[in-house]
């Protein structure tokens, strides 16, 4: 029996891995820092220097970013200006640094997908691992691919700002199809297969599709799962759908509504001749590219519009030199088609690098399913999330002693907070020779505002930098900046992969209540944050889920790392029901590891533990076992629908469960309020 009250033994920001001057030397980020300081003249000998250039200088940076990776930018006048510098107007790049309703690069066209397919060659493209399967296409083949889908599309009738959706798992056709759509000028979307039809229909329905692609099945954790029926009611309730795609096998949906076309994927990529082109349209820069969609935790989720151009620049500036990502990295980042991490996992094409498709359970046949694609794939990059993480620590295992990871070089982690004691695990247990690289970002701009990069020390629990171009601190509650202390995130300039819009938001109030309405004309994100003097951060948890007892607040995440450090505890939930500024209970769930109880002893070491490592305002005021916690598909845990629920409201009116990993944990939570003011919990 572990006791967690002993303390850790890494703290917050102990350093973990110094910055390696060779990997440094190397970099993507040194070489633009060099060829920035020949084109403006400036010296910049450490990040902060480059940051504060890229903030002052917001729009030539973003300029001279563009004709960094794409020479052929220097032509446009914009680039030749920034370039120049002394005839460089700031008002071609962003007319206003206004929030919202800042416009980038007004005049200036181009096609994402152009970019992405870059030049054919017989370099492997992409490699697609699945439960029961391999596919590899080189960069040639990939082009031939999209040439036919696209031709298909365009067909099919799909045009500029049309939309395409997509219901399929991390492979090939979400991939083949997604370039497809937008090389011709037309708004992808996707969701993936383990989304159940409501919470499909809830996103597509708003979008109104004119093309569904979607699988017959697929596999999951060593079982089949005929995905029929889901699409039936799916296409049944698409308004305007023309034309549906089917991959793989499995029966078709029946009935289908009449006048609905059906094709075969495979069909269409074997028919098509070798030497057709992609009919590559080309867009403005504020074009909208994809759609991607809140949480859907409360309400009918959100449509969240980004433009082509400012994916293009966004990706590739955090792809490459936050991360370092060039051509011959392989890149993976294990994500499903729902989650923003496929949107940035697919731009790995950008910066020339080889993607790394996987699809499935991270835990069949065991949690060492991954590190053994990661080796197997030879991947230098290797992204995840945070409760990944936890779960192998909490599991036990060893992967350095199974696998070796000779080109591994960085380790990303997102999702969630990850403590110090998962970074202390990662290199003792995966390799102590990779950087250990943190990211927050969201959604909402699908893209990272914190970050690390090949200039940064590893170090336990932090995130290395705010990422070049983004003005990123924490603000108290009157708006002013604070360092060394907890507030909340806010970005002061725009960025260019903000939201142009909200779908079926005609005014913008919607965009402006969700982004805007706390501090007018910054950005609030919603996540607590500790900006340290060094440019660091920590990162605590959603703003509007986390603990403020007595005026100390404090992230889910600190909690989490205490209470879960009891091997007699699973999983953990940690909820403040304190509401329009009465100090309500705080509650703690916890779902028992197999074999153990919640006694009344553990429940006083579990304080004792919160009261020694924490505060002693944050120890529970009831302590409850729980079947489950309730998550999203993506993993995250919902604090904020659990906490609307223990203050009252019904847990249909607050959770969907089609948005939902396990829809049946929220059946126990019925009725949860009334029985804790009764006295019976």
Known sequence: MSEA???????????????????????????????????TGRSFPDYASLHRFSIEQLERFWALWWVYFDPDFATNPIGAAAMAGNDFDPTAVLSTRSMPGARWFEGVSLNYARYALGTQGAETAVVA????????????????????????????????????ACYAPNGVMALVGFLATVSLGAIWSSCSPDFGASAVIDRFRQITPKVLLAVRSYDYNGRHFERAADLSEIVANLEGLGA???????????????????ADYGGI????????????????FSHPLWILYSSGTTGLPKAIVQSQGGILLEHTRVLMLHSDIRPGDRFLWYTTTGWMMWNF????????????????????????????????????????SAPFLNA?????????????????????????????????????????????????GGTDVCTAFLASSPWHDTRAGELACATLGVDATAFDEEGREIIDQVGELVIREPMPSMPVYFWNDPDGSKLREAYFSVYPGIWRHGDWIKMKPSGAAVIYGRSDSTLNRGGVRMGTSEFYVVVESFEEVADSMVVDTSHLGREGELVLLVVMAPGY??????????????????????????????????RTINGKKMEVPIRRVLLGEEPEKVMSKGSMANPTAVDEYRGLSERLASGKE
């Open 5 to 39: 009250g002993a303390g850790p033994r890494i703290a917050e920001g102990d350093l973990l891995a110094p910055v390696k001057a060779e990997v440094a030397d190397s970099s993507v980020l040194t070489d633009f820092a060099r060829w920035l300081e020949g084109v």
């Open 129 to 164: 691992v699945s439960e029961t399967g391999r596919e590899q296409l080189s960069r040639t083949e990939l082009y031939h691919r999209v040439a036919a889908m696209a031709h298909f599309l365009r067909d099919a009738g799909v045009a500029k700002g049309d939309r395409v």
């Open 244 to 262: 549906l795609v089917l991959e793989g096998p499995g029966e078709d949906p029946a009935p289908l509504p009449r006048g609905l076309s059906v």
């Open 269 to 284: 990529i074997s028919a098509a001749a070798p030497d057709l082109p992609v009919p590559f349209v080309d867009v403005e």
């Open 345 to 384: 996992l697919v731009s790995g094409l950008l910066a020339g690098s080889t993607l790394v498709l996987v699809d499935g359970a991270v835990g069949y046949p065991d949690l060492y399913r991954l590190y053994g694609i990661v080796a197997d794939e030879q991947v230098t990059f290797f992204g995840t």
């Open 392 to 440: 192998c620590e909490k599991a036990g295992i060893v992967p350095k002693d199974r696998f070796s990871f000779p080109r591994l070089r960085t380790i990303g982690s997102t999702g969630a907070p990850l403590s110090p004691e998962g970074f202390l695990w990662t290199f003792e247990n995966v390799s102590s020779s990779i950087q250990l690289a943190s990211a927050s």
């Open 597 to 630: 109880e919640l006694t009344g002893e553990l429940k006083d070491r579990i304080g004792a533990a919160i009261r020694r490592r924490l505060s002693p305002r944050h120890v529970p005021d009831r302590i409850l076992a729980v079947g489950e916690i309730p």
